[in-house]
């Protein structure tokens, strides 16, 4: 499977616990982001890198969320301390450059209880 | 700022009828247009796209039309089915910005029934 690779693809957790999802881009993209979806919106722009740089952080990522692309290859986005209003699907996409098309994973689904 | 804008929620259409779903933006600077499709708890799956420097394009049963003085395209699906039935994604991208990320509108549930 040659797509983008989003892991857990559910994930449960108690108010106030951290938690990571890992996501894995097709191997020749150089560009990686991280998108989130709330009900009845369009997904919503988190964080960009570029190799393992991350170039952009969006003002919706509050200081309790951390994103890390080691090596340029797999993606970790983190939220510490989770709060009920991070529920939402976390979405990774992957860009060859400069083309326009971005390809996305499956998502993480996270509730918080 | 929404900048892209999908202004209908919904949209019914009867199996074999066409669907046609609108989507506005405002800023200037996009160059490249792309309608994702999205089925529930699952990630959206790119459809077709447009360039700025064209104004249709058209891949099966779907087409975009892309009218830059009206800041306006549509995706147009002939004939619809059943298994078109998703939430479709208007998206939008300045190329020329080094970081290329997408600008989504809110999206149109379409229900095509038989």
């Known amino acids: 499977d040659t797509g983008v690779s989003q892991n857990p693809r559910h994930k449960i957790t108690k108010r106030g616990q951290n938690v990571t999802f890992r996501c894995d881009p097709i191997?020749?993209?150089?560009?990686l982001y991280w998108y989130r979806q709330t009900l009845g919106q369009g997904p919503e722009f988190l964080t960009y890198?570029?190799?393992?740089?991350?170039?952009?952080k969006s003002r919706l990522l509050s200081d309790r969320f951390s994103a890390e692309r080691p090596k340029g290859s797999f993606s970790t986005l983190e939220i510490q301390r989770t709060e009920q209003g991070d529920s939402a699907m976390y979405l990774c996409?992957?860009?060859?450059?400069?083309?326009?098309?971005?390809?996305f994973g499956q998502g993480t689904r996270l509730t918080v209880v | 700022d929404q900048q892209v804008k999908q202004n209908s929620p919904s949209l019914s259409v009867q199996e074999g009828r066409i669907s046609i779903l609108n989507c506005d933006y405002t800023?200037?600077?996009?160059?490249?247009f792309l309608w994702y499709k999205k089925y529930p708890a699952e990630g959206p799956t790119f459809l077709i796209s447009?360039?700025?420097?064209?104004d249709k394009n058209e891949d099966g049963r779907f087409t975009v039309f892309l009218n830059k003085s009206a800041k306006h395209l549509s995706l147009h699906i002939v004939p619809s089915q059943p298994g078109d039935s998703a939430v479709y994604f208007c998206?939008?991208?300045?190329?020329?910005?080094?970081?290329?990320?997408?600008?989504f509108g809110r999206g149109t549930q379409l229900t095509v029934w038989p």
């Open positions: 996409a992957s860009s060859p450059g400069s083309t326009g098309e971005a390809f």
């Open positions: 191997s020749e993209h150089n560009r």
């Open positions: 890198f570029q190799n393992e740089a991350q170039l952009e």
């Open positions: 800023n200037s600077m996009f160059d490249y």
């Open positions: 447009i360039s700025s420097i064209k």
């Open positions: 998206a939008a991208v300045d190329r020329g910005s080094t970081l290329g990320r997408l600008y």
